[in-house]
């Protein structure tokens, strides 16, 4: 049997800023598991627009990993510390790491993370286009009908779908 300390857990880990996508190769040549979400960006200069890939949420990353090796997690260069509370790493569940993954690789629109907690609102299940089957909350942001994921105890993933795609749960 799996005793606690062995099993995985996806975690969230504070990185150096601007450091994510050094962390996440450093992770790899490591061989510790991890998700780093990127998203293509428009961004835009004094003399020209360009197409730049980004974490979705910055200053982290997400490792999974049993607790034994929380050591070898913050003993890579410019991975700082777990995010804690009550001073333990805090685990995530699987099903809110696999949202977020499906929410970054399947939405038209860019995704925004965000630390604030909204307000539990709606739930819903999306009916069609390329997030079709997930659930989530739904939000209205500056009148935009908006799908929230919910991370526990860490943020919010946030992407735009037409109202017409969504029906209550």
Known sequence: MIGQSDKFRWYAVYTAPRAEKKVSERFSDAGIEHYLALQKVKRRWSDRVKEVIVPVVNGYIFVRIAQMDFD???????????????????????????????????????????IINFERGESITITKGPLEGMMGELIEVK???????????????????????????
Do not use: W
Request: proline content about 7%; glycine content about 8%; aromatic content about 8%.
């Open 72 to 114: 070898k997690v913050t003993k890579v260069y410019g991975a700082i510390a777990f995010v804690r509370e009550g001073g333990q790493p805090v685990p995530i569940p699987d099903k809110q790491i696999e949202s977020l993954q499906q929410m970054v690789e399947c939405s038209d629109e860019p995704v925004e993370f965000c």
């Open 143 to 169: 009148g935009n009908h908006k799908v929230l994921i919910r991370l526990e105890r860490f943020g919010c993933a946030v992407t735009t779908v037409p109202i017409s795609f969504i029906e209550r749960i």
